[in-house]
């Protein structure tokens, strides 16, 4: 069983950025893809990024293509989201997650999903 307890939300002006930690238990970490989606209010849960085991390859979603960067450490266990010129439209709840392989649609493949964290951008 993997735990994923993510960190770093907040509030932020738009044109600033966040970077998203999420730390993960358990002595598996590299075994698994590691994701962040987001959900915004009255909206369906978004893949925003993601990143496979020894990350090699990374994923990104059309709206935060270019402007974010997945990254992980292996031996600290956690993955990040660096965010920059964030939006309005980049306010939601962010969430972890983690799966066994890579897929799509992303969620799907996503066995294991942290609490969340609230970013918001404040125009």
């Known amino acids: 069983q993997v735990q994923l307890v993510e960190s770093g939300g907040g509030l932020v002006q738009a044109g600033g950025s966040l970077r998203l930690s999420c730390a993960a238990s358990?002595?598996?970490?590299?075994?698994?893809?590691m994701g962040w989606f987001r959900q915004a209010p009255g909206k369906e849960r978004e893949f925003v990024a993601a990143i496979t085991y020894s990350g090699g390859t990374k994923y990104y979603g059309d709206s935060v293509k270019g402007r974010s960067t997945i990254s992980r450490d292996n031996v600290k266990n956690t993955v990040f989201l660096q965010m920059n010129s964030l939006k309005p439209e980049d306010t939601a709840v962010y969430y972890c997650?983690?799966?066994?392989?890579?897929?799509?649609?992303?969620?799907?493949?996503?066995?294991?999903w942290g609490q969340g964290t609230q970013v918001t951008v404040s125009s």
């Open positions: 997650a983690a799966g066994r392989s890579t897929g799509s649609p992303w969620y799907k493949v996503m066995d294991h």
């Open positions: 358990g002595r598996t970490f590299s075994q698994y893809v």
